[in-house]
C-alpha cells in the first residue's frame, strides 16, 4: 500500500482505533464490514474512514466493503506491528509492575526485553516473567540488545535524566508515563507522552457540558 508522506497526526492516531475495531470484529467471526458499519462501532461517519484509509491508497469496493481480515492486516503493516519491535520497561513500582503484567505488549507487536529499577528489593527478581536489571547497567544492555522503545514510569524526578540516558544511546522512541514533559534532545527520537490527568479532565469536561444541557432543557 502506498503510504501519503503528509498523513496528518489526527488520521494516525485514529489508526489504533481501526486496528482494535477490526481485531474484535475478527475475533467475533465477522467477515466484512462497511464503512458506515465500522464507523458506527468506533463514532466515526462512513466518510471519516474514507478519508483517513485513501490516505494509505484506500480499500475495499463499492458496494461490498472491506474484508475485516485484510483490512486490520493492512492497517497493522503501516503501524509496524510486524516489524518485531522491542521495549524495555524503566521503574517498576505500581505502574509499572501493573504494565508489565497486564498489557499485550505481544498483541500490538513488541517484544518486552527487561525492566530496570535502583531498588534492591526488586532488582534480579522478574515481574510476570521479565527479568528486572539494576539501572546503572542500562547503557551496557542498549549496547548489547537492540531496544526501540524506553517505557518510562520512573519518578518525576528521574523522568529527563532516564530519558536523556534511552536517547544518548540510541533508543528511537519513549513511551512516557511518568507525568513530566520531557524535553527531546534528539531530532531522532520520538516522544509519546501519556498523561491520565488530560483524559479524566476531558471526561469532566464532557460531564459537565451533558450536565449543563440537561440543566437548561
Same mark, same amino acid.
Given at each position: 500500500?502506498?503510504?501519503?508522506?503528509? *498523513?496528518?497526526?489526527?488520521?494516525?492516531?485514529?489508526?489504533?482505533?481501526?486496528?482494535?475495531?477490526?481485531?474484535?470484529?475478527?475475533?467475533?467471526?465477522?467477515?466484512?464490514?462497511?464503512?458506515?458499519?465500522?464507523?458506527?462501532?468506533?463514532?466515526?461517519?462512513?466518510?471519516?474512514?474514507?478519508? +483517513?484509509?485513501?490516505?494509505?491508497? #484506500?480499500?475495499?469496493?463499492?458496494?461490498?466493503?472491506?474484508? *475485516?481480515? #485484510?483490512?486490520?492486516?493492512?492497517?497493522?503493516?503501516?503501524?509496524?506491528?510486524?516489524?518485531?519491535?522491542?521495549?524495555?520497561?524503566?521503574?517498576? #513500582?505500581?505502574?509499572?509492575?501493573?504494565?508489565?503484567?497486564?498489557?499485550?505488549?505481544?498483541?500490538?507487536?513488541?517484544?518486552?526485553?527487561?525492566?530496570?529499577?535502583?531498588?534492591?528489593?526488586?532488582?534480579?527478581?522478574?515481574?510476570? #516473567?521479565?527479568?528486572?536489571?539494576?539501572?546503572?547497567?542500562?547503557? +551496557?544492555?542498549?549496547?548489547?540488545?537492540? *531496544?526501540?522503545?524506553?517505557?518510562?514510569?520512573?519518578?518525576?524526578?528521574?523522568?529527563?535524566?532516564?530519558?536523556?540516558?534511552?536517547?544518548?544511546?540510541?533508543?528511537?522512541?519513549?513511551?512516557?508515563?511518568?507525568?513530566?514533559?520531557?524535553?527531546?534532545?534528539?531530532?531522532?527520537?520520538? *516522544?509519546?507522552?501519556?498523561?491520565?490527568? +488530560?483524559?479524566?479532565?476531558?471526561?469532566?469536561?464532557?460531564?459537565?457540558?451533558?450536565?449543563?444541557?440537561?440543566?437548561?432543557?
Amino acid at each position: 500500500m502506498k503510504r501519503n508522506a503528509k *498523513v496528518s497526526t489526527a488520521v494516525i492516531r485514529r489508526l489504533p482505533r481501526y486496528y482494535r475495531q477490526l481485531s474484535e470484529l475478527q475475533e467475533a467471526g465477522v467477515v466484512r464490514i462497511s464503512s458506515s458499519a465500522l464507523g458506527k462501532s468506533i463514532g466515526l461517519t462512513a466518510s471519516q474512514i474514507r478519508q +483517513d484509509l485513501c490516505c494509505f491508497g #484506500g480499500f475495499g469496493q463499492q458496494g461490498y466493503g472491506y474484508k *475485516v481480515d #485484510g483490512l486490520k492486516e493492512e492497517i497493522g503493516e503501516i503501524l509496524g506491528i510486524s516489524r518485531g519491535h522491542t521495549l524495555i520497561v524503566l521503574g517498576t #513500582g505500581n505502574l509499572g509492575r501493573a504494565i508489565i503484567r497486564n498489557f499485550r505488549f505481544s498483541a500490538n507487536g513488541f517484544r518486552l526485553l527487561a525492566a530496570f529499577d535502583t531498588d534492591p528489593a526488586v532488582v534480579g527478581t522478574e515481574v510476570a #516473567g521479565v527479568p528486572v536489571r539494576h539501572a546503572d547497567g542500562l547503557e +551496557d544492555f542498549l549496547a548489547a540488545h537492540r *531496544v526501540d522503545v524506553g517505557l518510562l514510569t520512573v519518578p518525576i524526578a528521574a523522568a529527563q535524566r532516564m530519558g536523556d540516558r534511552l536517547m544518548e544511546a540510541g533508543v528511537k522512541g519513549i513511551w512516557n508515563f511518568t507525568n513530566y514533559e520531557l524535553t527531546c534532545t534528539r531530532q531522532d527520537v520520538v *516522544v509519546e507522552s501519556v498523561h491520565f490527568s +488530560d483524559s479524566l479532565l476531558t471526561l469532566s469536561y464532557l460531564i459537565s457540558q451533558r450536565e449543563d444541557m440537561e440543566e437548561h432543557q
